[in-house]
């Protein structure tokens, strides 16, 4: 079984920054793809980027292109994502999510396991 800790979260005024962590544990966690998936308020859960296994291929949401950088430290079984230029849009709560393999998918359904997901919130 593999378990995601998500931390980092919290408040933070628009064009700031922030980085949210995700630990991995349970499995060989350079076996799993990775990715970040946002949800707000009465909203769907939403792609927001994804890391091969070996970190060799990344894919972004457009929303978030040149402003979020995904990370992963295989050696700590850690994957980041680097949030920069925050706008009020990107309010929402933050997920990450494994599944087995090296192919990165976009949508929530191709992802086995989640993250409990964190709170950000941009304010003006």
């Known amino acids: 079984q593999v378990q995601l800790v998500e931390s980092g979260g919290g408040l933070v005024q628009a064009g700031g920054s922030l980085r949210l962590s995700c630990a991995v544990s349970?499995?060989?966690?350079?076996?799993?793809?990775m990715a970040w998936f946002l949800q707000a308020p009465g909203k769907e859960r939403e792609f927001v980027a994804a890391?091969?296994?070996?970190?060799?291929?990344?894919l972004y949401a457009d929303s978030v292109k040149g402003r979020f950088i995904i990370a992963r430290d295989d050696a700590k079984h850690t994957m980041y994502l680097q949030m920069n230029s925050l706008k009020l849009e990107d309010t929402a709560v933050y997920y990450c999510?494994?599944?087995?393999?090296?192919?990165?998918?976009?949508?929530?359904?191709?992802?086995?396991?989640w993250g409990q997901g964190n709170q950000v919130t941009v304010s003006s």
């Open positions: 999510a494994a599944r087995a393999g090296q192919r990165i998918g976009v949508g929530p359904n191709e992802y086995e396991y």
């Open positions: 890391s091969s296994w070996n970190s060799a291929n990344t």
């Open positions: 349970g499995r060989t966690f350079s076996n799993y793809a």
